[in-house]
C-alpha cells in the first residue's frame, strides 16, 4: 500500500506531500490542474524513462518518494533477495532527476538501475489509464488474466522451469548441428586458431610481469643515476644516512649504562643499524649490477607486441583469459572430432524437453480452458451491473508452438449489443464500453491475487448517472481487500471514496502552480457539488450530495 507520496520539482508541481490510507481514495479537479501529473510522477517513481522536460524549475533536481507499507505482500521477500536489496517495512523508494537529465534510483537508501525499480514497482502498483486499452488486445494480457484466475502461478513456474531447459538444450543442440555442418573445414579452423596461441607457450603472470621489466629497460640511465644517488645518501658520502646512524648507536651505547630506557633506545637503533645495511649492501650491488641491454629490450617488445596483438584478436583483455580461450579452442577440437556422437545426444536431449515442456504447456492450457466459462460469467455479470444488460464475452482459442506463455493464443472477444457476435472489443468498444470492461476485469482479478495499490485514471471516461454510481459501488467493493486511488471528473464515484483529494492550479505567486488539499466535511460536499451544478449553481445541490454521502458511508 502507498503511504505516503512526496513530490519536488516536477512538471508545475513545486512541493506536494500525500498522505494515502486504505480503501479508496479520490482525486478531483479541473481540467489541467495535475490530476494526471500526479499519475506521471507516480510512474517515473515506478522506473518510465524521464527527461529535463519534467522539471519545473530548470536548474534544480527532481525528487520523488514514495513510501510503502509491504504487510500484505510477503512475497516480495523473493524479489528483493533476487536484486540483492534489503527487504523493509516500510519500503522507500526515491527517484531524483538532475538539472542535466541524469536519474538515480534509490530502493531503501540502495542504489538500484530502471530495470530492478520496474521490476519491484509493477509488484507495487497497478497503474490504468486511458492510455492502456490498447494493451488489453495483447494475447499475453488475456492470458494474465485468465492465469491470475485461475490461480495457476505454480502450474507456469512448472511450466517454465522444464521452457527455460527446452531453451538451454536447443542452444546446445543448434551450436552442435552448426558445427557438424562446418565438416573439416571448421575442425581445421579450429586447429589453426588452437596452434597459433599454442606455440607462443602462453604463461600465467608472464604480460605484467613483461610490462614491469620492459619499464624497467626503457628507464635504464634514470634509474642507474638514481641508484647513485640514492646509494651516497645511505652509505657512501659522509654525511650519509648510514654514518649518522652509526654515531647516534655510539652515542646510545654510551647511554645504555644509565638505565633500561636508554637501554631499549640502543637496541632499537642497533636494529634499524643493521637493517640499513643490508638495503646500503642491495643498493650497491644493484648500483654496480645495473646495465642496459637494448637487446633485451627489443626481444621483450616484441614478445609483448605478440601477446596484445593476440589479446585484441580474441578479444581478451588479460593472460588469464587468453589461455581460457586457447583451452577452449582444445575442448572444441575434441568435441568436433567426435562431433557425430555429441549430436545424436544433443538432439536426444533437446526432443526430451520438447516433450517434458509439451506436457507441461498442455497441463497449464487444461487449467486456462477450466475456467473460461466462469471468467466469461463474471465479466458478464459486473458488465450488467454497470448499464450493459446484453453483454457477451466469448474467447477466440488456438494453439501453437511452444513458446514462454505456453501453447495458447486466446483473444477476448466483447460484444454490447443483442444480436452481434463477440469481436476483438478493440474494433467495437466506445469509450464507455472500455472503461466498463476494464473495470469489471479489474474487479475480477482483485478477487483473485494480492493485487498491489490501484491507481485507476478516469476509468470513468463515458459513464454517467446510474451507471456511475454502480462503478462507484464497485470501486468501494474492490477498496475493502486493496488500496483504490481513483482520478474521477465523476460525483458519483468521487462520492463514494473514503478520501477525497482535490487538486488545483495556485496562481499567487510568480509561476502558476499546481496543488493539493485533503478535502473534509463541507469542503467535500462543496466540491462534489460543484463537480455537479458548476460555480453556480452548486449551493441548491449540497443537501442532495450530503445525502449522496451519507448513502455511500453505509
Known amino acids: ?78 524479489i528483493f533477495l533476487e536484486e540483492e536489496i534489503d527487504f523493509e517495512d516500510p519500503c522507500l523508494i526515491r527517484r531524483e532527476i538532475n538539472p542535466q537529465g541524469k536519474s538515480r534510483s534509490f530502493i531503501n537508501d540502495t542504489p538500484v538501475n530502471l530495470e530492478s525499480l520496474r521490476k519491484i514497482g509493477i509488484e507495487l502498483v497497478d497503474i490504468h489509464s486511458q492510455q492502456d486499452h490498447g494493451w488489453m488486445s495483447n494475447p499475453d494480457f488475456t492470458l494474465d488474466i485468465i492465469d491470475s484466475f485461475a490461480q495457476n502461478q505454480p502450474t507456469k513456474s512448472l511450466f517454465k522451469k522444464e521452457f527455460d531447459q527446452l531453451q538451454i538444450a536447443k542452444s546446445e543442440y543448434l551450436m552442435l548441428e552448426k558445427q557438424a555442418s562446418q565438416g573439416s573445414q571448421g575442425l581445421e579452423f579450429l586447429k589453426f586458431q588452437w596452434e597459433e596461441l599454442e606455440k607462443v607457450n602462453l604463461q600465467m603472470g608472464e604480460y605484467d610481469a613483461l610490462k614491469s621489466s620492459l619499464e624497467k629497460l626503457e628507464n635504464a640511465e634514470q634509474i642507474r643515476e638514481k641508484l647513485a644517488n640514492l ?22 651505547q654510551s647511554l645504555s649504562r644509565f638505565g633500561e630506557d636508554f637501554e631499549t633506545w640502543r637496541k632499537r637503533l642497533e636494529s634499524i643499524w643493521i637493517e640499513l ?32 596483438r593476440l589479446m585484441q584478436k ?62 466469461a460469467t463474471h465479466i458478464t455479470t459486473s458488465l450488467q451491473s454497470l ?105 458519483q464515484i468521487a462520492a463514494a471514496g473514503q478520501n477525497h483529494w482535490f487538486v488545483y492550479k495556485n496562481h499567487s505567486g510568480e509561476k502558476t502552480i499546481s496543488a493539493l488539499k485533503k478535502l473534509v466535511g463541507e469542503e467535500r460536499v462543496e466540491e462534489i457539488a460543484k463537480m455537479i451544478g458548476g460555480q453556480k449553481g452548486y449551493i441548491d445541490l449540497k443537501e442532495n450530495v450530503r445525502k449522496l454521502l451519507a448513502e455511500n458511508q453505509k
Open 387 to 491: 448499464g450493459i444488460p446484453n453483454a457477451m464475452i466469448d474467447w477466440n482459442i488456438s494453439k501453437k508452438e511452444v513458446s514462454a506463455q505456453g501453447i495458447d493464443k486466446i483473444q477476448l472477444l466483447f460484444s454490447a449489443n443483442k444480436g452481434l457476435a463477440p469481436k476483438p472489443f478493440r474494433q467495437i468498444v466506445s469509450g464507455g464500453e472500455m472503461s466498463r470492461l476494464m473495470l469489471s476485469i479489474k474487479h475480477l482479478i482483485a478477487k483473485k491475487r494480492a493485487m498491489p495499490t490501484l491507481i485507476l485514471d478516469e476509468i470513468d471516461t463515458g459513464v454517467s448517472g446510474e451507471i456511475a454510481i454502480q462503478m462507484g459501488a464497485m470501486l468501494a467493493q474492490m477498496s475493502q481487500g486493496h488500496q483504490i486511488i481513483a482520478i474521477t471528473h465523476l460525483p
Open 277 to 308: 645495511k643490508d638495503i646500503a649492501s642491495e643498493i650497491e650491488y644493484e648500483a654496480e649490477n645495473f646495465i642496459s641491454d637494448p637487446i633485451a629490450l627489443i626481444e621483450k617488445q616484441k614478445r609483448l607486441d605478440v601477446l596484445n
Open 231 to 252: 646509494g651516497n645518501l645511505v652509505s657512501i658520502s659522509e654525511l650519509s644516512t648510514l654514518h649518522q646512524l652509526q654515531l647516534a648507536l655510539q652515542q646510545a
Open 1 to 78: 500500500m502507498l503511504k505516503h507520496l512526496h513530490i519536488q520539482n516536477y512538471a508545475i508541481i513545486d512541493s506536494i506531500d500525500l498522505d494515502l490510507g486504505s480503501g479508496l481514495s479520490v482525486i478531483t479537479g479541473e481540467t489541467g490542474a495535475g490530476k494526471s501529473i500526479l499519475l506521471g510522477a507516480i510512474s517515473l517513481l515506478l522506473g518510465q524513462r524521464a527527461d529535463t522536460k519534467t522539471l519545473f524549475d530548470s536548474e534544480k533536481k527532481c525528487v520523488i518518494e514514495g513510501t510503502f507499507q509491504l504487510d500484505l505482500h510477503q512475497h516480495l521477500k523473493e
Open 314 to 375: 580474441h578479444h581478451v583483455n588479460n593472460m588469464e583469459n587468453l589461455i581460457q580461450v586457447r583451452d577452449r579452442f582444445d575442448e572444441q577440437i575434441a568435441s568436433f572430432e567426435n562431433i557425430d556422437l555429441e549430436l545424436e545426444k544433443a538432439e536426444k536431449k533437446y526432443h526430451e524437453f520438447q516433450m517434458k515442456s509439451q506436457a507441461a504447456a498442455e497441463v497449464l492450457s487444461k487449467s486456462r480452458m477450466d475456467v473460461l466459462r466462469s471468467i
